[in-house]
Nanobody, 121 residues
Framework: QVQLVESGGGLVQPGGSLRLSCAASGSAFSVNAVGWYRQATGKGRELVAA???????NYADSVKGRFTISRDNAKNTAYLHMNSLKPEDTAVYYC???????????????WGQGTQVTVSS
């Protein structure tokens, strides 16, 4: 089972930037897709960005042009660079590692603790 540790969240003003990191254990990282999800208070968890094992990214419309997902297979780590942050980006952000079809479906049983992102003036 993959262990996931998200970090890099914090309080930022609107228009600011943050970089989230997702450190994963195990040897399956490089052959799987990575997804970044977020869950705002009182809402369901949504997929905001995913990257395939070969490095092809995809984004939710709400973050397209502002967020960039990347991965470093040598470090078993994925990143989410977030620019032009808005108050509506406030949420707990989670990552996961799995085949792409499972990442997109969100049918994952194990999650890390997440990292809180708060966008507020």
């Amino acid at each position: 089972q993959v262990q996931l540790v998200e970090s890099g969240g914090g309080l930022v003003q609107p228009g600011g930037s943050l970089r989230l990191s997702c450190a994963a254990s195990g040897s399956a990282f490089s052959v799987n897709a990575v997804g970044w999800y977020r869950q705002a208070t009182g809402k369901g968890r949504e997929l905001v960005a995913a990257i395939t094992s070969s490095g092809s990214p995809n984004y939710a419309d709400s973050v397209k042009g502002r967020f960039t997902i990347s991965r470093d297979n040598a470090k078993n780590t994925a990143y989410l660079h977030m620019n032009s942050l808005k108050p509506e980006d406030t949420a707990v952000y989670y990552c996961n590692v799995a085949p792409l079809v499972i990442i997109v479906a969100g049918r994952l049983d194990s999650w890390g603790q997440g990292t809180q992102v708060t966008v507020s003036s």
